[in-house]
C-alpha cells in the first residue's frame, strides 16, 4: 500500500462510527472547552496524531479497543505537549508576580500531575498579584482563613470577597463545575 492509501485507511477509521469522539475525550480530559483560544487548532492537531498513530501500529488492529486506547494515549500526549509550549510562552506574564510563582510550576510536591499544572497555569494567568497570594496560600500551603487574614494583614471578609473574585474570574477555565 502506497502511503495516501495509508492516510485514507487511517482516516476512514478515525470518522468510522464514533472513534473521533477520542479526541474531544481527550480535550475534556485537558480540560479545553470549545471557548478555549485554541480549542479548534487542537481538535486539528488531534485528528492528526489519530491518523499518525493508526498508521505506526499495523499490527494493533485486530483489538479495536486496544488499539483506540493506544491512539487515545497517543492524541493526550501531543495535545499535552501542545499546551505546554503554549503554556511557555504566557509564563512571563506571571514572572513579576510573587516571587516564587514561576518555581511552583515546576514543583513535584506542589503540583506533581501536568494536568493539573496546565489547570494551575491557566488559573493564575486570569488573577491579580493578590488572589495568586490567597490560592497559594490555601492550596499550596495549606493555611485557613485566619491565618491568612493574619499573614497578609487583611480582614477574612476581605479574604471571601477575593475567593469570590477569584471564582467568577476562573468559572471560563472550570465552566459550570463551580456552580452548587
Same mark, same amino acid.
Given at each position: 500500500?502506497?502511503?495516501?492509501?495509508?492516510?485514507?485507511?487511517?482516516?476512514?477509521?478515525?470518522?468510522?462510527?464514533?472513534?473521533?469522539?477520542?479526541?474531544? @475525550? /481527550?480535550?475534556?480530559?485537558? +480540560?479545553?472547552?470549545?471557548?478555549? *483560544?485554541?480549542?479548534? %487548532?487542537?481538535?486539528?492537531?488531534?485528528?492528526?496524531?489519530?491518523?499518525?498513530?493508526?498508521?505506526?501500529?499495523?499490527?494493533?488492529?485486530?483489538?479495536?479497543?486496544?488499539?483506540?486506547?493506544?491512539?487515545?494515549?497517543?492524541?493526550?500526549?501531543?495535545?499535552?505537549?501542545?499546551?505546554?509550549?503554549?503554556?511557555?510562552?504566557?509564563?512571563?506574564?506571571?514572572?513579576? @508576580? /510573587?516571587?516564587?510563582?514561576? +518555581?511552583?510550576?515546576?514543583?513535584? *510536591?506542589?503540583?506533581? %500531575?501536568?494536568?493539573?499544572?496546565?489547570?494551575?497555569?491557566?488559573?493564575?494567568?486570569?488573577?491579580?498579584?493578590?488572589?495568586?497570594?490567597?490560592?497559594?496560600?490555601?492550596?499550596?500551603?495549606?493555611?485557613?482563613?485566619?491565618?491568612?487574614?493574619?499573614?497578609?494583614?487583611?480582614?477574612?471578609?476581605?479574604?471571601?470577597?477575593?475567593?469570590?473574585?477569584?471564582?467568577?474570574?476562573?468559572?471560563?477555565?472550570?465552566?459550570?463545575?463551580?456552580?452548587?
Amino acid at each position: 500500500m502506497d502511503n495516501k492509501t495509508d492516510y485514507q485507511t487511517a482516516f476512514d477509521f478515525m470518522l468510522e462510527g464514533d472513534h473521533e469522539v477520542v479526541v474531544f @475525550g /481527550v480535550l475534556k480530559r485537558l +480540560n479545553v472547552r470549545p471557548w478555549h *483560544e485554541h480549542y479548534q %487548532d487542537l481538535v486539528q492537531e488531534g485528528r492528526l496524531e489519530f491518523v499518525d498513530a493508526y498508521q505506526k501500529y499495523p499490527d494493533q488492529r485486530d483489538d479495536e479497543k486496544q488499539m483506540l486506547s493506544y491512539i487515545y494515549q497517543s492524541v493526550k500526549w501531543r495535545l499535552l505537549d501542545k499546551l505546554r509550549r503554549s503554556t511557555r510562552v504566557s509564563t512571563p506574564i506571571l514572572r513579576g @508576580g /510573587v516571587e516564587t510563582l514561576t +518555581n511552583l510550576f515546576f514543583d513535584d *510536591e506542589a503540583l506533581a %500531575d501536568v494536568e493539573t499544572n496546565l489547570i494551575f497555569n491557566n488559573v493564575l494567568a486570569v488573577l491579580n498579584e493578590k488572589e495568586q497570594l490567597l490560592i497559594r496560600g490555601l492550596y499550596l500551603e495549606g493555611k485557613t482563613m485566619s491565618q491568612l487574614s493574619e499573614d497578609l494583614k487583611v480582614s477574612r471578609k476581605t479574604l471571601y470577597v477575593w475567593r469570590n473574585q477569584i471564582k467568577t474570574k476562573i468559572k471560563p477555565i472550570w465552566g459550570n463545575t463551580l456552580d452548587g
